[in-house]
Nanobody
Framework: QVQLVESGGGLVQAGGSLRLSCAAS????????MGWFRQAPGKEREFVAA????????YYIDSVKGRFTISRDNAKNMVYLQMNSLKPEDTAVYYC????????????????????WGQGTQVTVSS
């Protein structure tokens, strides 16, 4: 099993920044892509960003490109999401997830391609 624990969420004004962290423990972390998803009330879970196992390849949805940065530290089993220039529409519960297999590619935005999920951290952006 893989345990993922997100932290760093909170309430921030529009234009502000937050840095989300995801701590992984248990079975394999290295070798797998990691992703961030979000879910707003009444909406489906949405892919936000992903990073490959080495950290050399990333992928973002268009709405966060240039504002969010995903990174990872394999030595610490950590994944991060730096969020700048936040907008009210970024308000959601944010989840980190590990790729279902070592073949999960960062450009695959389907939640089904991720097998392990954290409990989520709330991000609220006020206007």
């Amino acid at each position: 099993q893989v345990q993922l624990v997100e932290s760093g969420g909170g309430l921030v004004q529009a234009g502000g920044s937050l840095r989300l962290s995801c701590a992984a423990s248990g079975r394999t972390f290295g070798g797998y892509a990691m992703g961030w998803f979000r879910q707003a009330p009444g909406k489906e879970r949405e892919f936000v960003a992903a990073i490959n196992w080495s950290g050399g390849l990333t992928y973002y949805i268009d709405s966060v490109k240039g504002r969010f940065t995903i990174s990872r530290d394999n030595a610490k089993n950590m994944v991060y999401l730096q969020m700048n220039s936040l907008k009210p529409e970024d308000t959601a519960v944010y989840y980190c997830a590990r790729g279902r297999t070592m073949s999960t590619v960062v450009g695959d935005t389907r939640p089904g391609e991720y097998a392990y999920w954290g409990q989520g951290t709330q991000v609220t952006v006020s206007s």
